[in-house]
């Protein structure tokens, strides 16, 4: 199994551009997610899904938008990019049963690193 | 509202010496808790888990925890560091109503020769 896999794993963007930042698992999960990582800040969660044509916001979704058409896959989309989306982006995913004690290992991609000028 | 703190932006240990790494949580009911390792450039890696039962909890690469309900704390120990363990350690606690994790901003560790 490759795990979690992310393109592109930098990339520099100019205001106002837009790209698709890809994220693809090969477990079989339910769960995916996004995050961004600050300095300092650890980890916020800018989008979630819990299944395949199910996604959900975080904490930061603002400027960011996802679809979730595959279990594999989980797509963020930045539209106009701005210098405050400048981080490091992860995806993970995890399999969940819905279970009290169903909370399982999240599993993260090596992360994109963008930046916005 | 749930959250979690890690008092110690970075900590410096002598290779072969103890660690001990805090990590403050505030949550109503009981939380799960996670630590996670990031090695430089690299994702986030599980290294234990606390959901029931033994408050000390053993992890991969010889870490362990122990949850403390009285001081909402769960903090990461590991008896004699080694250069590999440098990295970026992360607390999180999960909340009951979702799948989501609420992260602390992260503790790093510098390993001295």
């Known amino acids: 199994n490759a795990g979690v896999t992310q393109t592109p794993k930098f990339r520099i963007l100019k205001i106002g551009q837009s790209m698709t930042l890809q994220c693809t698992q090969d477990?079989?999960?339910?769960?995916m997610y996004w995050y961004r990582q600050d300095p300092g800040m650890g980890l916020k969660l800018i989008y979630y899904?819990?299944?395949?044509?199910?996604?959900d916001k975080g904490e930061v979704p603002n400027g960011y938008n996802v679809s979730r058409s595959t279990t594999e896959d989980f797509p963020l989309r930045l539209e106009l990019a701005a210098p405050s989306q400048t981080s490091v982006y992860f995806c993970?995913?995890?399999?969940?049963?819905?279970?009290?004690?169903?909370?399982?290992?999240?599993?993260f991609g090596p992360g994109t690193r963008l930046t916005v000028l | 509202a749930q959250s979690v703190t890690q008092p110690d932006i970075h900590i410096t240990v002598s290779e072969g010496a103890s660690l001990e790494l805090r990590c403050n949580y505030s949550?109503?009911?009981?939380?799960?808790l996670f630590w996670y390792v990031q090695s430089p450039g690299q994702g986030l890696q599980l290294l234990l888990k606390?959901?029931?039962?033994d408050t000390l909890v053993q992890g991969i690469k010889g870490f362990e925890a122990e949850f403390k309900r009285s001081q909402s704390s769960f903090n990461l120990r590991k008896p004699s560091v080694h250069w590999s363990d440098a990295a970026e350690y992360f607390c999180?606690?999960?909340?009951?109503?979702?799948?989501?994790?609420?992260w602390g901003a992260g503790t790093k560790l510098i390993i001295k020769p």
């Open positions: 993970a995913s995890s399999r969940t049963s819905g279970t009290r004690y169903s909370y399982n290992e999240q599993f």
């Open positions: 477990m079989n999960h339910n769960y």
């Open positions: 899904s819990v299944g395949a044509g199910i996604t």
């Open positions: 949550y109503g009911a009981t939380p799960y």
């Open positions: 606390y959901f029931s039962g």
């Open positions: 999180a606690v999960g909340a009951d109503s979702n799948y989501q994790l609420i």
